[in-house]
């Protein structure tokens, strides 16, 4: 069996990165890895399919980011504590609380994450029927022992709803990197669709100007076809299929984003809601401000995602449509052309607006906003 590795971090950095912890430290690294064991056949699916490797790790990932994000976020809160306190045996017992609440959570990700690569294996499979007769098994490399955090001297003064804010901003900026991914991703399957209305409308304008001869004949075959299309009437039925192939996996990864950046914005409202009503947020009249136009700003962005996920939808029905009258077209036989006969009805889906990305940027110039004036509120503090 073969490993296939689908995530492979240092948890430890990532979290002295995301956190910068004042009063704590995670000198050890703490790696953390997703594995396949795959047979032959899977393993060359993987490799030919990026969509299909995308998918599960994606899973995969959805479940390591709950893992580290949630760590984020408590290991600012307990940083904030630790720092505002002089006690040793009440710093111990903060940093022996950290320790408990992460190791609760690596056990969960252990079956978590396995479970989640798995079901996306599982979920795939039902997509092509050859994948059901592979061997896979997924697996949770995580020492949960090797979590190693030790006071420091303290060193400033901390409070939790600031701590969370900065939280948050870690997290938006992640998203906010994940979604101009989407945005591309979705530009090109603008282009590519504009290809297939094209090509398609360059083929049903030859068929028109044919249509009584082709209708009504009785030969049928590529000779024939190419008499009265002309010779390049095969290699555009060609190119508008694999334009049409690769269309769909473009508007199915957007899909697959958007639907997870959606969900994980829906959360980080939540979180601000409650952070609003924390005293230290309540009293800062400019960090309240701030908050509100990134609430804003985020439920702004969400409803841009969902305009975009109709249109996938959208573009969804029209390449199934598309699919089906190629189809029809590689026949070579003109009176089971039903889609050209009828004549198809060819309109431009756009997936991906300036609007769009112009909600992600205003969600990050706020979110750095509100950072700035957090950490000028903290100086002023210490």
Not at 55 to 66: F, L, R
Not at 269 to 298: F, G, N
Request: glycine share 8%; charged share 30%; net charge positive.
């Amino acid at each position: 069996m073969a490993k296939v590795v689908l995530i492979e971090n240092d948890i430890a950095r990532y979290l002295r990165d995301k956190c910068k912890p004042k009063g704590l430290k995670l000198d050890k690294p703490l790696i953390c890895k997703v594995l396949l064991d795959v047979d032959s056949d899977a393993y060359k699916a993987l490799d030919d399919d990026p969509l299909l490797l995308a998918k599960v790790t994606e899973a995969a990932s959805k479940e390591y980011y709950d893992l580290v994000n949630g760590m984020v976020i408590k290991l600012r809160q307990v940083d904030a504590l630790y720092v505002k306190t002089n006690s040793k045996s009440d710093r111990a017992k903060l940093v022996e609380a950290y320790e408990g609440f992460a190791r609760k959570q690596f056990m969960q990700f252990a079956k978590d994450g396995k479970k989640a690569a798995e079901k996306a294996w599982a979920e795939v499979s039902m997509i092509k029927a050859e994948y059901r007769t592979y061997r896979i098994k997924a697996g949770v490399d995580l020492a949960i022992d090797g979590l190693n955090v030790v006071g420091g001297v303290a060193s400033a003064v901390g409070t939790g709803g600031f701590a969370l804010i900065v939280g948050l901003y870690g997290i938006i900026k992640t998203l906010i990197g994940m979604a101009m991914k989407i945005y591309k991703l979705a530009i090109e399957a603008d282009k590519m669709q504009k290809r297939v209305t094209k090509n398609l409308a360059k083929i049903q304008k030859s068929f028109d100007k044919k249509k009584k001869e082709l209708s009504g004949a009785k030969d049928s075959g590529k000779a024939f076809v190419n008499s009265l299309l002309g010779a390049d009437f095969l290699p555009t039925v060609s190119s508008v299929k694999s334009d049409n192939e690769q269309y769909k996996n473009k508007i199915q990864g957007v899909d697959v984003g958007a639907h997870k950046i959606a969900q994980k914005l829906n959360q980080v409202l939540k979180e601000m809601d409650k952070i609003s009503k924390m005293p230290d947020v309540k009293s800062s009249k400019k960090v309240s401000a701030l908050l509100s136009k990134l609430q804003k700003s985020t439920a702004k962005l969400i409803g841009k995602i969902i305009d975009m996920q109709g249109q996938v939808q959208k573009g969804t029905a029209f390449q199934k449509q598309t699919a089906v009258a190629i189809a029809e077209l590689e026949t070579l036989q003109p009176k089971k052309w039903k889609y050209i006969q009828k004549g198809m009805v060819l309109t431009d889906i756009v997936l991906a607006g300036g609007d769009f990305s112009k909600a992600g940027e205003t969600l990050l110039a706020v979110g750095t906003a509100i950072v700035t004036e957090v950490d000028k509120e903290l100086l002023e503090k210490v």
